[in-house]
């Protein structure tokens, strides 16, 4: 039990650490969701639908926190996409 709250901890620790660094690009970007759980930043217009795109969000869940960013999936070289797909 101890180690799960400590684990808890750690998680709420980096989600504040990633969401503060997202924070500092919301002046260029539009803040879609502001929760305790999820921190999201939306621009730009998706090239085939044509509609604003979620650019970068980090989230926190039960046993693990993410951290996606697009732009790193848009200019990925040859090697990152072989390993994540065709």
């Known amino acids: 039990m101890l180690r799960a709250l400590a684990e808890m901890s750690n998680f709420q620790q980096v989600f504040s650490v990633l969401r503060n660094i997202l924070k500092r690009h919301a002046g260029r970007l539009v803040v879609t969701e502001d929760t305790p759980s999820c921190y999201q930043l939306q621009g730009g217009m998706h090239p085939t639908h044509k509609k604003p795109f979620p650019i970068a969000w ?29």
């Open 58 to 86: 980090v989230t926190i869940g039960k046993a693990y926190v993410s951290f996606h960013h697009m732009g790193i999936y848009a200019r990925a070289g040859p090697a990152q996409r072989r390993v994540e797909g065709p």
